[in-house]
């Protein structure tokens, strides 16, 4: 009995997992408020939770905002692209009677392209938040891993569907309703990402990482400590 109170027994190892569903929901609650930024705490978030469920236990609050940092523009320009495009076929599904006869053809792949972004947006943040990867690559990536790991995908949106239903059913869930989506799906989303990155969060890839972070430390200060080269004299004519 000693053993399931002990700090390495279950009632801690549950414990800090619902401590950190409620700390992480909040954050990404608050942050998420501007919507413009929802983005990038929705990477961090995915950041710190795939972490947790790879067993790397780290501190919350720094690698949620160092994340939140290092990602914030790509994933805010990711998260505005997604808005865009959802409102342009919004639109045009509301207003689909405007190309007459032709609304069975053209209603039908709207609908589609919204499943689409719906797929494409469960799967871009945590791949944001994992890989590197630029822009163009990490719209396809998400493209294609949603559409080739379509039960995976589809236990994410029975997931979200959960979370957004305890939410209006229970309002106070809404505080840590993300934290809880993100922390389930977090283990299927590893599990499609070592099909592709199988050291991702291993003692090698973790090596590897602090190695980059050294050089691109000493890179740093290298070109802040060098002594600028003084300008050449012109020549007399």
Known sequence: MSGFFSMDGAFYKIGSIIADIMILGILWLVLSIPIVTSGAATTALFY??????????????????????????????????????TAVVLINVLNINVVGDMKTIVLPVQI?????????????????????????????????MANRHLLTSLLCIICAAAAVFLSFYYLPFMLVAMGAYAYAVSYLFMRVFKKYRPEIDSDTDEAVARENERRHASLQYDNISAEPTPPEEPDEK
């Open 48 to 85: 710190v939770t795939t972490r947790r469920v790879s067993n790397k236990d780290g501190y919350l609050f720094r690698d949620f905002f160092k994340s939140f940092k290092a990602n914030f523009v790509q994933a805010t320009v990711s998260w505005l692209i997604i808005l865009a495009v």
């Open 112 to 144: 589609c392209m919204l499943i689409e972004i719906f797929l494409i947006t469960t799967y871009i943040f945590p791949i944001i938040a994992r890989f590197d990867m630029k822009f163009k690559e990490t719209f396809k990536t998400a493209f294609f």
